[in-house]
Structures are given as structure tokens and as C-alpha cells.
Nanobody, 123 residues
Framework: QVQLVDSGGGLVQAGGSLRLSCAAS????????MAWFRQAPGKEREFVVG????????TYADSVKGRFTISRDNAKNLVYLQMNMLKPEDSAVYYC????????????????WGQGTQVTVSS
């Protein structure tokens, strides 16, 4: 298991940008697939984007395609989520998550979670 710490959330106007970071501890980080999920009040946690262990394969929710970009730096044990053209409906607590090797879109498949970082987009 890896331990994850999310950061980078905040308040931004619609159309603005934010970059979230997820710092992982553990020497096996490079063998984990990483993902970002989000959860708005009263809603289920939903998949946003994922990246496989090697970083060459990514998958995005339709709602964020073309606006969000995930990347990872295995040398620094970091994962980033660059969010552009933010919309009020993007407001949620964002969580990074880790699981061995291959990304899944199901929260139940992930064993390691960050504490979450709040993103609020004002209209």
C-alpha cells in the first residue's frame, strides 16, 4: 500500500484553472496505477481520470475530456491533475487513489486514498 496526500484545491472562477497534486510515500509507487475521483455533496464518488503505472495510458471521464490532464512523475512520487476551463459543476472534493498496475473506474477497486482536497468553482 502507498500513503497519499492530496493538495492544490481552492476557489476559482468559472473558466479558470487549478492544478492538484498527489504525493505518495512508498518505494513501489511506480508500480501503481493512479486515479482522481471526485465527490460532490449528496452524490456518489465518481471517476475523473486515471493513469497506468507506466504513464503511457490514460483514461478520462467524458465530462472532463479536453479540459483536464493527468500526469505522473515516478521519480518524485507525484501525480498531477491539471484542470482547465473549470465549470461550477466541477465543484467537489477531489481524491487521488492508487491500485496495482492497471486503472479501474470503480472506487471499490482502489485500496489507497488521499484525504481529499476541495475544489469550488464559482459562476
Amino acid at each position: 500500500q502507498v500513503q497519499l496526500v492530496d493538495s492544490g484545491g481552492g476557489l476559482v472562477q468559472a473558466g479558470g484553472s487549478l492544478r492538484l497534486s498527489c504525493a505518495a510515500s512508498g518505494r513501489t509507487f511506480s508500480s501503481y496505477a493512479m486515479a482522481w475521483f471526485r465527490q460532490a455533496p449528496g452524490k456518489e464518488r465518481e471517476f475523473v481520470v486515471g493513469i497506468n503505472w507506466h504513464g503511457a495510458s490514460t483514461t478520462y471521464a467524458d465530462s472532463v475530456k479536453g479540459r483536464f490532464t493527468i500526469s505522473r512523475d515516478n521519480a518524485k512520487n507525484l501525480v498531477y491533475l491539471q484542470m482547465n476551463m473549470l465549470k461550477p459543476e466541477d465543484s467537489a472534493v477531489y481524491y487521488c487513489a492508487a491500485r496495482p498496475a492497471v486503472v479501474s473506474r470503480r472506487p471499490a477497486d482502489f485500496g489507497s486514498w488521499g484525504q481529499g482536497t476541495q475544489v469550488t468553482v464559482s459562476s
